[in-house]
């Protein structure tokens, strides 16, 4: 018999969302004969077993054994998709998409005489330069949306089958609550985990909002592996293996050699979900009292998704012992070797450089309000050792922050403090900042100058 219907892997390994249309089944048909059997367990009666279908995709096995031999076809294609694209993109990094000037081809650098004599002649002949590069630019950022839409689209579909395949306490089949170990072992050996470990440490809550129906599909994946007692402990609260880019769950199915010892690992999933959490949490908080920021469609998503990331991780950490190994919490009494505050207004308005400037503006213009969350939501989880922050509560325009100088440099131990106040334009217009050392009349740093203020102020 010939396994005709994995040509479906083969079409699900594809990006475009629009190749998941072909059946995925454990179910065989002879060329010969026609005859279907279950590829597990040999059976020839396709009328058991069980179906499901997710993204107008039809997903059907005989038997539990059949049942994983889907789940892993799902991941090889999964994996052959994942590792195309980061080839890709190291392909591309650090490409700039001005490839016409920088090959000299473009208009008026090199290119045919004409363009070039009026680029050289007119400001007109510039404009236009200016203007075909920039639609150039806007041209290849849509492509690149596209692609990204067409991506999650793709790995969204990918996460969505899993949630129907992977076993669920909702569900009351044998295979559903006594799961094989094989099922760890794939996800596991899988490039699946990697990616949602990157979904995790996105630390742009806004861009993750735009992302909705990805990110749904990475919380409900979450909390069904998370809640049940076989998946959770190795699948989301221990250390993941680190394995090479190009070992994917088809290499390490086919290998030869036996096991290979994995001795480095990565953060958990649960560590990265929390992470996560603490900035929807802060984010949630600082909506609670700027609501009119959240009105919009937009605004609103994003608090939906906030909600939805904070009580997941509430949740699966507070029932961690599911899996057999308790979440150690940190704990607040552990020296921080970095954070970010809120604080009375007038600790900050009392010091501050920009004390004035910021009493003088009373209003702030849509959208500002919200973007100042936004960027200090982010700095709940996004900043490096040495860094200290502090805001004031009611008025996140103004920060203070000292930067403690790194091992190893000129400025080791060394507390360097700085005010800034994001002005009325914010993000139009850049923040300002002024250096609290500049007083010693000490030159610190060919960007700081004496009178605080930085290099390109």
């Not at 290119?111 to 002949?125: D, F, H, L, T």
């Not at 088809?250 to 010892?261: A, D, K, R, T, Y």
């Not at 969350?373 to 050792?385: A, C, N, R």
Request: aromatic share 8%; net charge positive.
């Amino acid at each position: 018999m010939v396994p005709n219907n994995l040509r479906g892997a083969v079409h699900l390994c594809g990006v475009s969302a629009d190749l998941i249309v072909v059946p995925v089944s454990s179910w065989l048909k002879c060329r010969k004969c026609s005859t279907n059997a279950c590829i597990a367990c040999r059976s020839i009666s396709p009328t058991s077993g069980s179906s499901v279908n997710v993204a107008r995709t039809k997903i059907s096995w005989c038997c539990s054994r059949g049942r994983l031999f889907v789940i892993w076809i799902i991941l090889c294609g999964f994996d052959q998709a994942y590792i195309t694209a980061k080839k890709h993109e190291a392909s591309t990094t650090g490409k700039s998409g001005m490839r016409g000037i920088e090959k000299g081809s473009g208009v008026g650098y090199g290119g045919n005489e004409w363009n070039y004599n009026i680029g050289r002649r007119s400001y007109g002949g510039r404009f236009l330069n200016d203007r075909r590069q920039d639609m150039h630019t806007e041209s290849i950022k849509a492509k690149a949306v596209s692609a990204e839409m067409k991506a999650d689209t793709f790995n969204g579909t990918v996460l969505a089958f899993l949630v129907e395949l992977l076993p669920s306490l909702d569900r009351q089949s044998r295979f559903d609550l006594n799961p094989p170990q094989a099922v760890n072992d794939l996800l596991l050996s899988s490039k699946l985990l990697d990616f949602c470990a990157e979904l995790l440490r996105n630390d742009s809550l806004d861009d993750a909002s735009k992302r909705k129906a990805l990110y749904d599909a990475l919380l409900n994946l979450l909390r069904v592996v998370g809640t049940h007692p076989v998946t959770a402990a190795p699948v989301i609260f221990q250390e993941r293996p680190v394995r090479t880019k190009d070992e994917n769950i088809l290499s390490i199915s086919f290998q030869q050699h036996g096991p290979v010892l994995i001795k480095e690992t990565s953060t958990s999933l649960a560590e990265g979900l929390k992470n996560l959490s603490t900035q929807s949490v802060s984010m949630l908080k600082q909506a609670s009292v700027n609501e009119r920021e959240f009105h919009s469609d937009e605004g609103q998503d994003l608090l939906w998704l906030c909600r939805q990331i904070a009580d997941l991780a509430e949740y699966l950490l507070m029932n961690s012992d599911r899996g057999g190994k308790k979440v150690e919490h940190s704990s607040n009494d552990k020296p921080k070797d970095h954070g970010i505050f809120d604080v009375p207004d007038k600790e900050i308005f009392g010091s501050s450089h920009f004390a004035t400037a910021a009493m003088r503006l009373q209003r702030s213009r849509p959208g500002r309000i919200k973007r100042l969350i936004t960027e200090i939501t982010s700095l709940e989880t996004g900043l490096p050792p040495g860094i200290f922050v502090k805001y004031a509560s009611s008025r996140l325009d103004l920060i203070k922050f000292i930067i403690v100088g790194p091992n190893g440099t000129p400025y080791e131990n060394g507390l360097f403090e700085f005010d800034l106040f994001c002005p009325e334009m914010y993000p139009d217009e850049s923040p300002q900042c002024f250096f609290r050392g500049a007083g010693s009349g000490l030159h610190w740093n060919p960007n700081l100058h004496t009178d605080g203020k930085g290099k390109s102020a």
